[in-house]
């Protein structure tokens, strides 16, 4: 099976501007959930998608959205792009219950000038 | 307030001999618990999980114990070696409430020399 796949890998963005990440998730896999990573906070939660539908939210500011499309294929939105926005984004995808094992892609690095 | 805490953030170990990295939690709710390796600039690679119903799980090389009680889980590998050099993030979910958000840790940077 293919895995998780995330483009475009590398990304670089101005101040105000708005930006848009892809993942494909791995084939039967419904559930996409989305991550932060910076040398600062760590991995954090950004937000889980099922069925099209969000399930989950982490602590982030309306400026982060995202989507699923009935392929599982899920996109996510930042707009007003801040300095601190620059990060490792990361995809997962899961099967679901009973088993919580989430799969990650390569991640999509964000440079904010 | 960090729910899952990784205390040390970094390990070194000659080949062969074993590697235990340690993770504490705070959050009573978690049920699940998993490792992940990860390398620079790429995702993080699922390694191992346990359930909070068993306090031990094998897969090869690599064993994770749970000690409910203490909230504390480890993970061994055994032997070590040098491919295992990596970061490696111990990882939560309430799996019960359906809450499918990992809360990791902050991370523990293992080195096996060679």
């Known amino acids: 099976k293919a895995g998780v796949t995330q483009t475009p890998r590398y990304l670089i963005k101005t101040r105000g501007q708005q930006v848009t990440l892809s993942c494909s998730p791995i084939s039967g896999h419904r559930s996409v959930s989305w991550y932060q990573q910076t040398p600062g906070q760590g991995l954090q939660f950004l937000f889980e998608?099922?069925?099209?539908?969000?399930?989950n939210k982490g602590n982030f500011p309306g400026r982060f959205s995202g989507r699923q499309f009935s392929n599982s294929r899920s996109e996510m939105n930042v707009s007003t792009l801040e300095l601190g926005d620059s990060a490792l984004y990361l995809c997962?995808?899961?099967?679901?219950?009973?088993?919580?094992?989430?799969?990650f892609g390569p991640g999509t690095r964000l440079t904010v000038t | 307030d960090q729910q899952v805490k990784q205390n040390s953030p970094s390990l070194s170990v000659q080949e062969g001999r074993i590697s235990i990295l340690n993770c504490d939690y705070t959050n009573s709710m978690f049920d699940y618990f998993l490792w992940y390796k990860k390398y620079p600039a790429e995702g993080p690679t699922f390694l191992i999980s346990?359930?909070?119903?068993?306090d031990k799980n094998e897969d090869g090389r690599f064993t994770v114990f749970l000690n409910k009680s203490a909230k504390h889980l480890s993970l061994h590998i055994v032997p070590s070696q040098p491919g295992d050099s990596a970061v490696y993030f111990c990882a939560a979910i309430e799996g019960d409430t359906g809450r499918r958000a990992l809360t990791f840790g902050s991370g523990t940077r293992l080195q096996v020399q060679p």
């Open positions: 997962a995808s899961s099967a679901g219950t009973p088993t919580y094992e989430q799969y």
């Open positions: 998608y099922f069925s099209e539908t969000q399930r």
């Open positions: 346990i359930s909070s119903i068993k």
